[in-house]
């Protein structure tokens, strides 16, 4: 796997759930976006864990 073409393409997903993590109050629709966002990222990190387990890289 290309781990830098795997994190260009999910960036943006990642970068979206760190700033509804940071806020205070959401919405309806930001906290379904969150959890959606939530589980997305833990499959992320779930597939680079099985491709590539270096604990220095998953961190």
């Not at 976006?33 to 998953?58: G, I, M, N």
Request: charged share 30%.
């Amino acid at each position: 796997m290309d781990l830098d073409a795997f994190t260009d393409v999910h960036r943006a997903e990642w970068d979206r759930l760190e700033t509804l993590t940071r806020r205070r109050t959401l919405d309806g629709a930001e906290a379904d976006e969150l959890v959606r966002l939530y589980q997305a990222v833990a499959t992320h990190l779930s597939t680079v864990r099985s491709v590539a387990p270096d604990p220095v890289l998953v961190s």
